[in-house]
């Protein structure tokens, strides 16, 4: 049995992921108006990203994402940086995340009936259109001259990178089409990535992926790979979700990972987000909920969604009355 899959076991079927790190790195007062997004904190304010995991572990996340969705290297080079610093930055957000980790787990064990899991470090990997910040993420359309090769070109150094770093998982996050899916997959073979991935989608509507194509037929791809542990969606609308499971769960057999935005949309053009009516945080681990009865045996929050939101989704999945 798998890391992952012990997680779900331990957690009694259903783990929680963490939620929204950009939202909270702005309640905790960084200014992430920046093309590195989250990842400038890793610059700038890594003590907030180590409060940020922190506050997440403390609110029942059975696992955590690194900091770095938006952090490559290209990104990093266009700030002035070396090579080697570029890379230092990829690694100090897994050793970041490792490092509160572990000392959240030695704390809980101190307590005299511990009620959290040690928790896994998942290393982010953001999309190809995340890097670019034109709002490509949301489309799906990278321009004709983008192929499968070039995506692989662009995404092999900073998987080698946080491959290498230490994390449990690696997470590749909000992917916006098919080509991408099938970039990963080669790339995860062709570089004997050790470390077990999921795979999560983006969708504007719930039934295709941003791009428009057919969840099946990127599931099909992810079907074939063994170092693919988990799929699902992200960033996507929680209305969409139970449809999205049921959707997967006619398509395979992998666990299933679903961690929505709050609600709210995001204009990627005007890089602001849209005051359409935001789901209360009761709403949404009551949907979480059914997120898990539909099949989801991974489920947290995306964009929008605090420490809070993950406290109460921890608490309806596993039946706690409070931490």
């Not at 076991?9 to 939202?23: L, P």
């Not at 704390?107 to 040690?118: G, V």
Request: aromatic fraction near 8%.
């Amino acid at each position: 049995m798998g890391a992952l899959e012990e997680l779900v076991a331990k957690a009694g079927g259903c783990a929680v992921i963490d939620g929204g790190f950009a939202t909270q790195l702005e309640a905790l007062g960084a200014d992430i108006n920046d093309p590195l997004w989250s990842a400038a904190c890793l610059i700038t304010r890594p003590h907030l990203v180590k409060e940020v995991h922190m506050q997440y572990l403390e609110a029942g996340a059975d696992i955590i994402i690194s900091s770095s969705y938006q952090a490559t290297i290209p990104g990093f080079l266009a700030r002035g940086m070396s090579v080697d610093e570029a890379e230092d930055l990829l690694r100090t957000s897994v050793k970041l995340a490792v490092e509160v980790r572990d000392e959240f787990w030695k704390s809980a064990l101190r307590k005299a009936k511990p009620i959290y899991n040690r928790a896994l470090v998942a290393a982010s990997i953001g999309s190809y259109g995340a890097y670019l910040a034109d709002g490509s993420e949301y489309s799906g359309s990278y321009g004709a001259d983008i192929t499968a090769e070039k995506l692989k070109d662009f995404h092999r150094r900073r998987l080698q990178v946080l491959a290498s770093a230490g994390p449990d998982l690696i997470a590749f996050e909000a992917i916006p089409n098919k080509m991408e899916a099938q970039a990963l997959v080669e790339l995860l073979e062709e570089e004997k990535v050790q470390v077990p991935s999921w795979i999560c989608f983006s969708s504007v509507d719930g039934k295709n992926l941003c791009s428009g194509e057919s969840f099946a037929d990127c599931l099909k791809i992810l079907n074939a790979s063994e170092k693919v542990a988990a799929v699902g969606v992200n960033c996507t609308p929680p209305q969409f979700i139970e449809g999205i499971i049921c959707e997967f769960r006619k398509q395979t057999k992998k666990a299933i990972a679903v961690y929505p935005n709050s609600g709210e949309v995001w204009d990627g053009r005007a890089k602001r987000w849209l005051p359409v009516e935001c789901l209360g945080h009761k709403s949404f681990d009551a949907l979480a909920k059914r997120w898990q009865e539909a099949g989801a045996s991974l489920i947290g929050g995306c964009c929008r969604t605090t420490p809070s939101t993950i406290r109460a989704v921890s608490k309806i999945l596993k039946g706690r009355t409070g931490h």
